[in-house]
Every structure is written in C-alpha cells, then in structure tokens.
C-alpha cells in the first residue's frame, strides 16, 4: 500500500487547511486511517483516526472542535479538516494506515501499529 499525502501549506492563525491522503490498493476499508504529525524538536504525535468504515472518530483532545477527520473509501481518501488554526498546530502531518477490522479495543494513538506510512506535508501557521 502507498499512501500519498497533499494538502498543506502556509495559513494564518483562524485559517483552515484540508489534508488528503490517497492509498493505493482496492481494500481501502479494511483500514483503520489516522493523523499523526510532529513538530520540529517533538515526537510524534497522534491527531485523529476513523475506522475503516467510518463508524468511528477519534481526536486527540488538542483538536477536538476544530479538526474533522473523514474518509472516502471509494476514492481511497482520508481527510483532515482543520479550522481555527494555531501556531501550535504547525508539525508535518502523516498519514498512517492499520490494517484491522477492528473500530476499537486498540491503542490508536501508538505509531508502532500502523502498516503503512505516507510522506509528510508541512503545515505551517503564522501568528
């Protein structure tokens, strides 16, 4: 699986910005998608995971109300939505993709279970 990752760029604090991530492949729902992103000095981070059917969202609570993450598995896309940007949110975002039939009863936010890694893209935020 290749995961391609687009979508940032240079926003002003209060602006939006969408990520998208294209998997190659034709199993697109049998995997469980997240967020991560790290800041220049930090570790990694998780940010936001659906299921592989959407039936479930996860955020980390930095995020919560302003990022929405979604999923096309028809166009083998997975989404980041970020609205209300802060200068803390400036970090290379990745994309990651578990293969699981699982929506839950597994720590999500650990880097270490995820198959599949796109490239970064840069989001940088000005205040």
């Known amino acids: 699986?290749?995961?391609?990752?687009?979508?940032?760029?240079?926003?002003?604090?209060?602006?939006?910005?969408?990520?998208?991530?294209?998997?190659?492949?034709?199993?697109?729902?049998?995997?469980?998608?997240?967020?991560?992103?790290?800041?220049?000095?930090?570790?990694?981070e998780f940010v936001a995971a659906v299921s592989g059917r959407a039936a479930r969202t996860y955020y980390t609570d930095s995020v919560k109300g302003r990022f929405t993450i979604s999923r096309d598995n028809g166009k083998n896309?997975?989404?980041l939505q970020m609205n209300s940007l802060k200068p803390e949110d400036m970090a290379v975002y990745s994309c990651g993709a578990m293969v699981t039939r699982l929506d839950y009863g597994f720590d999500y936010q650990s880097d270490r279970l995820y198959d599949y890694w796109g490239q970064g893209t840069l989001v940088t935020v000005s205040s």
Do not use: H, I
């Open 1 to 44: 699986v290749q995961l391609q990752a687009c979508g940032g760029g240079l926003v002003q604090a209060g602006g939006s910005l969408r990520l998208s991530c294209q998997a190659s492949g034709r199993t697109f729902d049998k995997y469980f998608m997240a967020w991560f992103r790290q800041a220049p000095g930090k570790e990694r």
């Open 77 to 79: 896309t997975v989404f």
